[in-house]
């Protein structure tokens, strides 16, 4: 018969192991976690232009992991909690307007929607968000959102179309695994001159070797830029 002095042992629900799994992704995600809530809750029965205005006004920051602190250039959550929406989100782009729109519209949901904010040192950095929004008897009350920086990959992206008509074909063949020769021929150039574009378009695009400048061009979308 076991002793009345011996300790119990501690019951996990289904839900302690959801709030703990939820804690794990939230701290230790390397995207940008964020919670949403508003001090007058959102009626959704609102035209969206009215939703639009009522959201920037109402709605502040309540909680964030470390990973969206750093986005923005501080060390420490409290800097950004009760943070309003115009404090890091710039209305005056009108690409921002319209994804706002895109999320309201589309059921207070949205993936992949871009954004353009400024960081502690008015810095612009762009941002994908995945964005969901919790309605509780007719009010939008809170939204979770999930932001990855690409603002280094938008960059490329910038710095790619001003590559010249012979840089983005001989990118383009490098990334189709044809030889220096194969490429120069169907250029038009010498194999030298084949070469010497292949080290400037390292040098732009920030690869060291041929494999890390095929992998930026794959991901920067290459094959799809026109010449």
């Given at each position: 018969m076991?002793?009345?002095?011996?300790?119990?042992k501690?019951?996990?629900?289904?839900?302690?192991?959801y709030?703990?799994?939820f804690?794990?992704f939230f701290?230790q995600?390397?995207?940008?976690v964020?919670?949403?809530?508003?001090?007058?809750p959102l009626?959704?029965?609102?035209?969206?232009?009215?939703?639009?205005?009522?959201?920037?006004?109402?709605a502040?920051l309540?909680?964030c992991?470390?990973?969206?602190v750093k986005?923005?250039?501080?060390?420490?959550?409290?800097?950004?909690i009760?943070?309003r929406f115009p404090?890091l989100?710039?209305?005056?782009?009108?690409?921002?307007?319209?994804?706002?729109?895109v999320?309201l519209l589309?059921?207070?949901r949205a993936?992949?929607?871009?954004?353009i904010?400024?960081?502690?040192?008015g810095?612009k950095?762009?941002?994908?968000n995945?964005?969901?929004?919790?309605?509780?008897?007719?009010?939008?009350?809170?939204?979770?959102?999930?932001q990855?920086?690409i603002?280094?990959?938008?960059?490329?992206?910038?710095?790619?179309?001003q590559?010249?008509?012979?840089q983005?074909k001989v990118l383009?063949s490098t990334?189709?695994?044809k030889t220096?020769?194969?490429?120069?021929s169907e250029?038009?150039?010498?194999?030298k001159t084949?070469?010497?574009?292949?080290?400037?378009l390292?040098?732009i695009?920030g690869?060291?070797?041929?494999?890390?400048?095929i992998?930026?061009a794959?991901q920067?979308?290459?094959?799809?830029?026109?010449i």
């Open positions: 076991a002793s009345n002095n011996a300790k119990e501690p019951q996990f629900t289904t839900r302690n192991k709030e703990e799994y804690q794990l701290h995600s390397n995207a940008g964020w919670l949403a809530e508003f001090d007058e009626p959704i029965n609102l035209p969206i232009e009215m939703q639009a205005e009522h959201l920037l006004k109402h502040y309540s909680d992991n470390l990973t969206f986005m923005y250039d501080y060390e420490d959550s409290q800097n950004l009760n943070a404090q989100f710039d209305n005056g782009e009108p690409s921002n307007l319209e994804n706002l729109s999320f589309n059921g207070y993936h992949d929607i871009g954004t904010e400024i960081t502690r040192n810095q950095k762009y941002f994908l995945d964005v969901v929004g919790v309605v509780e008897d007719g009010h939008l009350v809170r939204v979770w959102g999930i990855k920086d603002t280094s990959e938008k960059a490329q992206k910038e710095i790619l179309k590559l010249t008509s012979e983005v383009k990334v189709e695994g220096m020769k194969e490429i120069a250029v038009g150039v010498s194999p084949v070469e010497s574009v292949r080290s400037q390292k040098s695009l690869a060291t070797t041929i494999a890390q400048l992998g930026i794959i920067l979308g290459i094959q799809a830029l026109e």
